[in-house]
């Protein structure tokens, strides 16, 4: 089946630096969604990607999918003590149908201050 | 944050007990979810649900049993519960399904089996 490889599994940085996570799938992605997970908390929706190539951005947060649809990456730039969390992708396949995401492990950021 | 509330929110049981988690929606959502999350595992499915009594199972179903019999609920039974299911549970829940859709996420039901 379908596999999302999250890397890394932890990062640790300090206040200011910035901080990638990349995440790669065995098959072609329809989409890539990334969530965020504050500590004790819930996953939160951050945002989508579906065209090839696609790039985004929110503010500080810079969201990349592959050409061929099969990895996609977070950037943060001058990470902030607010930026602590686990950043989760999720994708989902190109067949049709019901649309089961596979979920990265997940990268914990850890910023120091 | 989306209408999802889950009950209980911190259980202890033992082994050998049969376990009841609950997700409420006021949503109205087609599809929901139930994931579990263990350190170093993700998000991993359990079952999920695509209607009223349509559910499935997903990678990790071992175990486990689910139940909707109305729109906004949907139950897990850990039917005989083991130290191996002591875990973080999460219900999503998610509009129709389409390979677009956010999921929703529950606040989390904290499960010790001891």
């Known amino acids: 089946g379908q596999q999302v490889m999250q890397i890394p599994q932890y990062q640790h940085v300090q206040e200011g630096e910035d901080f990638t996570t990349y995440c790669n799938s065995s098959?072609?992605?329809?989409?890539i969604q990334w969530y965020k997970q504050r500590p004790g908390g819930h996953p939160v929706f951050l945002i989508q990607l579906v065209k090839s190539g696609e790039v985004k951005k929110q503010k500080r947060l810079t969201f990349q999918f592959g050409e061929a649809k099969k990895n996609s990456s977070l950037h943060i730039t001058a990470t902030q003590t607010t930026d602590v969390g686990t950043y989760f992708c999720?994708?989902?396949?190109?067949?049709?149908?019901?649309?089961?995401?596979?979920f990265g492990r997940g990268t914990s950021l850890i910023v120091h201050p | 944050d989306a209408g999802i509330t889950q009950s209980p929110r911190h259980k202890v049981t033992e082994t050998g007990t049969p376990v009841t988690l609950r997700c409420h929606q006021t949503?109205?959502?087609?599809?929901m979810y139930w994931y579990r999350q263990d350190p170093g595992h993700g998000l991993r499915l359990i079952h999920y649900?695509?209607?009223?009594?349509?559910?499935d199972k997903g990678e990790v179903s071992d175990g486990y049993s689910v139940s909707r019999s109305k729109t906004e609920d949907f139950l897990l039974t850990l039917e005989s519960a083991t130290s191996s299911q002591t875990s973080v549970y999460f219900c999503?829940?998610?509009?129709?399904?389409?390979?677009?859709?956010?999921?929703?996420f529950g606040p989390g039901t904290r499960l010790t089996v001891l």
């Open positions: 098959t072609t992605l329809s989409n």
């Open positions: 649900s695509y209607g009223v009594k349509d559910t």
């Open positions: 949503e109205n959502h087609r599809y």
């Open positions: 999720a994708g989902g396949p190109t067949s049709g149908g019901s649309y089961i995401p596979t």
């Open positions: 999503a829940i998610s509009e129709s399904g389409a390979s677009t859709d956010t999921q929703y």
